[in-house]
C-alpha cells in the first residue's frame, strides 16, 4: 500500500505561482511513475503531467507545456508540481497518484494509477 499526501495548493491571482507537493509513505520502493491531475467543478478529472521514478521520462498535457513543471525526489519520497503563469482556468482540485502503466502511452490514463491522494484546492482569481 500506498498513501499519498497533497500539499501546497491555494489562492493565487493570475499569473501567479504554486508548488504542490505530494508526499508518499508506505511501499515507496516500488518505484512507481507518479502522476498529477486535476478536476475543475462540472468537469471530468483530466491528465496533468507525470514522472518515471528515475525521472527520464516526463510528459505533460499539452493545456500545461511551458508553464508547469513535475520533479520527484526519491530521497524524501517527494513528488512536485510547479506551476506557472496560472490563469482562472487552472482552477481545480488537484490529485496526485501512482501507479504503473505499462507503456508511455497509457501514463495519461486514469486507470493506470493505483494510489489517489486527497487532492488539494488550487484557485486562480482574475
Known amino acids: 500500500q500506498v498513501q499519498l499526501v497533497e500539499s501546497g495548493g491555494g489562492l493565487v491571482q493570475a499569473g501567479g505561482s504554486l508548488r504542490l507537493s505530494c508526499a508518499a509513505s508506505g511501499r515507496t520502493y516500488m518505484q512507481y511513475v507518479m502522476g498529477w491531475f486535476r478536476q475543475a467543478p462540472g468537469k471530468e478529472r483530466e491528465f496533468v503531467a507525470a514522472?518515471?521514478?528515475?525521472?527520464?521520462?516526463?510528459d505533460y498535457a499539452d493545456s500545461v507545456k511551458g508553464k508547469f513543471t513535475i520533479s520527484r525526489d526519491n530521497a524524501k519520497d517527494t513528488v512536485y508540481l510547479q506551476m506557472n503563469s496560472l490563469k482562472p482556468d487552472d482552477t481545480a482540485v488537484y490529485y496526485c497518484?501512482?501507479?504503473?502503466?505499462?507503456?508511455?502511452?497509457?501514463?495519461?490514463?486514469?486507470?493506470?494509477?493505483?494510489?489517489w491522494g486527497q487532492g488539494t484546492q488550487v484557485t486562480v482569481s482574475p
Open positions: 514522472i518515471t521514478w528515475s525521472g527520464d521520462s516526463i
Open positions: 497518484a501512482a501507479g504503473h502503466p505499462l507503456t508511455r502511452s497509457t501514463t495519461a490514463r486514469i486507470s493506470a494509477y493505483n494510489y
